[in-house]
């Protein structure tokens, strides 16, 4: 089991849904990412927080919109996608201490699916 | 410029030997992490092993070794003792002393274990 949690594992949504995406971790960690992920490819960074601020928004569309309650829940709001947007979308977390030496932990991943 | 190359996209291993996988880096930083994650069809990542830029000593976890030849900017993954369960697809990773989080990942390289 990984210490990062994700829910729903699979979302099927037509274009004109409105969902969330769930990420729960407990290791203490101060810093949280959404990255999403196609098949056979490596995951693309979406957006990045540091002690529940959002400090990196790689130009990822409006209809995605991230959301950092506490430290250690991070959600991911999803508004009129688009079919392209269908992949695996992972959350991962780790501590910020200012070095390199830190892994990201990611949990299991949400497989979403616009129809 | 690509940052981590894995060339090998994909790689057959009979069970109980070994296998190498191949990544290399490209970064003007002194201060850097280098990190190889596993992930199987079931799309969980799990962080294998990390070597920072300093290390003097190549990293090891259980069946996990990372030969690091820096000056050649490589950090290979060699897996020893292969198991049915290690067939997966392994990403390289890097995090550069940027301050910013970002891990910079190499196409993936998948590897099947054969009985």
């Known amino acids: 089991d990984t210490e990062v949690t994700q829910t729903p594992k699979h979302l099927v949504m037509g274009m004109t849904n409105k969902k969330s995406l769930k990420c729960e971790q407990h290791m203490g960690h101060r810093a949280m990412y959404w990255y999403k992920q196609k098949a056979k490819k490596p995951p693309e960074l979406m957006f990045v927080y540091s002690y529940e601020k959002l400090s990196i928004n790689e130009s990822v569309p409006s209809r995605f919109s991230p959301e950092c309650p506490n430290s250690s829940l991070l959600n991911l709001h999803l508004h009129a996608l688009q079919p392209e947007d269908s992949a695996l979308y992972l959350c991962?977390?780790?501590?910020?201490?200012?070095?390199?030496?830190?892994?990201?932990?990611f949990g299991d991943g949400t497989r979403l699916s616009i129809l | 410029a690509q940052k981590i190359t894995q060339t090998q996209p994909g790689m057959f291993v009979q069970e109980k030997e070994a296998v190498t996988l191949d990544c290399t880096y490209d970064t003007s930083d002194q201060s850097y992490g280098l990190f190889w994650y596993k992930q199987p069809s079931s799309g969980e990542m799990i962080f294998l092993i990390y070597q920072g830029s300093y290390d003097e000593q190549n990293a090891t976890e259980g069946r996990y070794s990372l030969n690091f030849q820096k000056a050649r900017k490589s950090a290979n993954l060699v897996i020893s003792a292969s198991q049915l369960g290690d067939s997966a697809m392994y990403f390289c990773a890097m995090r550069e002393g940027r301050g910013d989080y970002k891990l910079s990942f190499g196409a993936g390289t998948t590897v099947t274990v054969r009985a």
């Open positions: 991962a977390s780790s501590q910020r201490d200012g070095t390199v030496a830190m892994p990201q932990h």
